[in-house]
């Protein structure tokens, strides 16, 4: 049985919340907001709560995690336009190691190294293989946790990368950069072949995760009705805007348009050199800027969000990336004009509930 904090005649309010948000219609924000503390109605289970899926032995079975995943979800809040989703974490681009890297598991995250050195681009070779350990995991946990949550949980993608980004996990950083002068087309060949598996594996996951709950989400939790994904390429924050456009935009038009709806990961000071070309593709339908460790909060950047909303693209961040939490959202409005077209995405603590309802009630979204 499942005892959530949300039904179907929510999810019916959802969908066509985010339909309208989607269309551009919406005359409001989208809010995500979650807060822990709900009374479960049972136990927790035996199995600890780990960010990463990978950190449970493979001898842990499917079902269990999925349990864990749903009791965590039963402790929850789901206010404004949140939604309760989940989607298997196995590391930021792991389609490297379905591709054939070993995934390691790190004290806080997951790397992703080749089994043996690539001494030459000619010796890679990138094919679909439906025994590969991880990929029967992720297919484990997806089928059980689709059976456990009885529809009323968006499953989402996992986190399969960026097409340079996985051709470093084999090649590693600084020899992909010396590839890119060195061997230019057997770089621009490979990435089109992990494009090819990229949007292989895409699909095989959505085959599972449709039947159980029709809709799309991703490590980003935006609903979609149609498919969406958030794109990235981290390793383009160390390549020239001339390079952006050879190596990394032709295969980024091309799953964009593949997609019904869009947002591409700005991650970095370097990656605002290409931002322009970002927003020159038609076909992508949002933005989210991460400034980065070090630098101020999202709401420093007046002049970043005025170039994406003057696009025409969609706006999304976290409440963490700024210093001012929830509030980051009326002074993000404030300089842009309005809020239309934004979905700020967070938890909230239990000492700000109040705040966090406000809030809610300003917009529209209670």
Known sequence: MVNLDFDQARWDRTRET?????????????????MKGRDPGRAAPPLPAYEFASFYDLSIPADAIADRWLYDLECTHFLGDAFPSIRPNFGPGVIAALLGTELHNGDDTVWFHPKEP??????????FDPENVWFRRLCDVYRAAAERFEGLVQLGMTDLGGNLD??????????????LYDAPQQVERLLWDVHAMWWRYFEAFNAIIQPAHPGYTAWTPIYSEKPYYILQSDFCYMISPPMFEQFVKPELVASCEKLAASFYHVDGLGQLAHLDSLLAIESLDGVQWVPGAGQPGITHWPEVYRKIRNAGKLIQFFTHQDDRGIASLDCLAQQLGSARGIIMIGHVPADQEAEALALLEKYGAA
């Open 166 to 179: 996985v051709l470093a996990s084999f090649r590693s950083s600084q020899s992909l950069l010396l590839d």
């Open 118 to 127: 690539i001494e030459s681009l000619d010796d890679l070779r990138f094919t």
């Open 18 to 34: 985010y339909r309208q948000w989607w269309a551009g219609t919406l005359d409001r924000p989208l809010i995500h907001l979650e």
